[in-house]
């Protein structure tokens, strides 16, 4: 009797493309966890704790999808999709927004009282073959008054 040396993956589980045939089936992580947020003025700190289930992979990889919300219209939009009055400077993800391997950022250059949602997603190497949604969670937070200058 032989053994196979490649089987079908079952409904939802995947193979990257750079896995070897015999390796196992993974899949999509679950969301990332207890998300921490802190508010400084215009900027935002957020952290996370990885998913509770990683899909069987070790690869993952963290986005983090900006949204702000006008206060009387709920109306929200993607962060920089429009532009700032006054020439402001553009939305800053530090490190950056997509592709994070640690579970932290923080974003700089916020509007002052604006209502923000943050969704952070967690990724592996297959998420991108399911065509499940990607899990996500979400914080919403609300800036206060821009810091003011000092002048001499």
């Not at 986005?63 to 206060?71: E, F, L, M, R, T």
């Not at 219209?73 to 402001?88: D, F, H, K």
């Not at 993800?93 to 950022?105: C, D, E, K, Y």
């Amino acid at each position: 009797m032989r053994a196979a040396f490649f089987c079908q993956c079952d409904t939802n589980y995947y193979r990257a493309a750079p896995d070897p045939p015999a390796a196992p089936c993974t899949r999509p992580p679950s969301a990332p966890v207890n998300v921490i947020s802190a508010v400084n003025g215009t900027s935002v700190s957020l952290e996370w704790s990885k998913p509770l289930d990683t899909g069987g992979r070790t690869d993952i990889h963290y986005n983090v999808i900006c949204q702000k919300c006008a206060w009387d219209s709920g109306q929200c939009e993607a962060c920089g999709s429009s532009g700032r009055p006054g020439g402001g400077q553009a939305v800053r993800f530090v490190p950056q927004a997509m592709g994070l391997s640690q579970p932290w950022v923080t974003v700089l250059n916020l509007v002052a009282h604006m209502n923000y949602t943050f969704r952070i997603e967690a990724v592996n190497a297959v998420s991108h073959l399911s065509l499940q949604p990607r899990q996500s969670t979400a914080v919403n937070v609300t800036t206060n008054q821009a810091g003011k200058l000092q002048q001499d």
